[in-house]
């Protein structure tokens, strides 16, 4: 269990939240984690399906944002493994992956993605910006896809960081991009920066943003995510924070915009 605590931010009006969005704003467990385990599955003959633990152990590792060379990283060790080396092209990869997680129709209406839930909410943001804290979104994800949830979301042309606009995560860039922007459409400098993420890769890059531009106060949010399972909980707490978390919370809707943050105790 960990225990409740109060957590004084000071976050109105001098502060900026971004926002990683697989496993914070939608639930990827059935998506991008299914299409993960199925490419796997597929280039690995059918014989080894990584279970939703071995997928966290890997990003554990803090360098496996992108899944589509998690997925590769995971083919390549299983037959190392077998002491064989077999060579797939990382394109191959991708276009597996893809057709599962897009689909094959124009409007990804078969493909995973189109039955992502939705975590986040449109009164979310909209009290955000009524509180007058600026945010926007850095993701891994693609530009198309992460663009796909947050129409879902009624968010129109928001600050968004994807994966063709910036190095991957932990390089700070895409997180002090998004801050730029955000600072520009409300012309005015942020002092706070919070980042929202649920890897070990989303909080090594707030650890790496303190080094690289420490003229922001950081705060790093670790949300867990929806596919870890209640035994774990506090296990994925921890390794969130041993990572650089300042604050480990259940779901992103606890984050509000008060000056008194209360977070949520974890079973």
Known sequence: MIETSKVDLNLLNTSIFVFDIDGVIRDVSGSYRRALADTVEYFTNADYRPTPEEIDE?????????????????????????????AISYETIVEFFQGRYRGRNSDWSDGYIATEPLIATTEYFRDLTIAGIGWGFF??????????????????????????????????????????????????????????????????????????????????????PPHVSQNLRDRYAALLRENGADLVLNNVLELTPQFNLLQSSIS
């Open 58 to 86: 890997l990003k554990a590792e803090g360098i496996w944002n992108n899944d589509w060379e998690a997925s590769q990283e995971l083919i390549k060790r299983y037959f190392q493994g077998l002491g064989k080396e077999v």
């Open 139 to 224: 993701s891994g994800a693609t530009r198309a896809s992460a663009s796909y949830v947050l129409r879902r979301l009624e968010i129109d042309a928001p600050v968004l960081i994807a994966m063709e606009d910036a190095a991957g995560k932990p390089d700070p860039t895409g997180l002090l991009l998004a801050v730029k922007q955000i600072e520009l459409r409300q012309d005015k400098s942020a002092a706070i920066v919070v980042y929202i993420g649920d890897t070990v890769a989303d909080m090594l890059t707030v650890v790496k943003a303190k080094i690289y531009d420490p003229s922001y106060q950081y705060f790093a949010v670790g949300v867990i």
